[in-house]
């Protein structure tokens, strides 16, 4: 990669590891449902703008919107709720680091989907490395959560943090079924436009049956602010930056922004007071040397080469 691509990397991890750091503002007064249906209404909006702007048809076939119906399912609603919802329920001083740093955990189960559903991406020596350092790192994260109550459903920080691994897996499955896109002949901007728009569609009648968000307060100025962030930064300009990388460095290339989401959404968590304990540091080193077994280029690196032989 070139130095324009390594500077929209970087600029997409600052967008992504920053949505944590926006979430946590607007969750104070924002539950976690109504949120999610925020966020994708207004990158719903924004994208529709883009679109307009860009003079770009508006996706029209049937079997398109079922695909997005799916993607929307799998790349937003489910993920945005787990996420959300487990931001809530851990502990306020860990809550968006600790989130990023367990969502950093796709890529590892993405390898796992991968091998289940595909037949060209099959688990080998180094990816089941990854995918064990990975889950070694989740378990020792989860660990001083363990036996601080007697029931599961009464430990809501453990669950808090289960849920935030759930939506990884489902993030990962949603990377596997978005190999589809390739064969639907819409452009990078119509399938975020797509995708977003719905999980609106989605999401509406949820947030109106269980937050009745009409009977909420108004919340505050920083919520609603955080919000539109949330929404035009990191959802509808993430994608769209999302897309340009993928088509300029590919996906492997991609796939770099996953170690530094949590190391952006952690530098962004100490504006907000959080502080993460030696524990979670330790599942960190973990989860990334994880990810370096399953992208594999380091350790490529790191082989010694064969001598030329002399001549």
Not at 56 to 68: D, G, Y
Not at 71 to 94: D, H, R, Y
Request: charge should be positive; include cysteine.
């Amino acid at each position: 990669m070139g130095p324009t691509e390594w500077a929209l990397l970087a600029l997409l991890a600052l967008l992504w590891g920053g949505s944590f750091f926006f979430t946590k503002i607007a969750l104070a007064a924002i539950p976690p449902l109504t949120l999610v249906l925020g966020r994708v209404a207004l990158a719903s909006l924004t994208l529709a703008l883009a679109l307009a702007l860009a003079g770009a048809p508006f996706p029209r076939q049937r079997h398109v919107w079922i695909a997005f119906l799916g993607m929307g399912l799998l790349n937003n609603v489910v993920p945005f709720s787990l996420l959300f919802w487990g931001q809530t329920a851990m502990p306020k001083e860990v809550a968006s680091s600790l989130a990023s740093i367990l969502n950093a955990t796709t890529p590892i189960f993405t390898v796992l989907v991968a091998h289940v559903l595909t037949r060209d991406e099959r688990l080998n020596a180094g990816k089941l490395a990854g995918v064990l350092f990975g889950f070694a790192g989740v378990a020792i994260m989860l660990a001083p959560s363990l036996g601080t109550a007697p029931r599961l459903s009464g430990n809501l920080p453990l669950l808090g943090m289960l849920a935030c691994l759930a939506a990884a897996f489902v993030y990962a499955c949603a990377g596997v079924f978005g190999r589809r896109f390739e064969r639907l002949g819409v452009t990078a901007l119509q399938s975020a436009f797509g995708q977003v728009t719905a999980s609106s569609v989605i999401m509406a009648p949820v947030a109106a049956i269980l937050d009745r968000p009409w009977t909420l307060p108004m919340p505050t100025a920083a919520a609603l602010a955080a919000l539109t962030a949330l929404a035009v930064i990191s959802t509808a300009l993430g994608y769209v930056l999302y897309f340009r990388i993928l088509a300029r460095a590919g996906a492997t290339n991609l796939l770099l922004v996953t170690f530094l989401i949590p190391v952006v959404a952690c530098a962004l968590g100490l504006l907000l007071g959080e502080r993460l304990g030696l524990v979670h540091l330790i599942g960190m080193g973990f989860i990334g040397a994880g990810l370096a077994a399953v992208d594999g280029r380091l350790l490529r690196r790191l082989r010694p080469r064969p001598l030329a032989p002399a001549g």
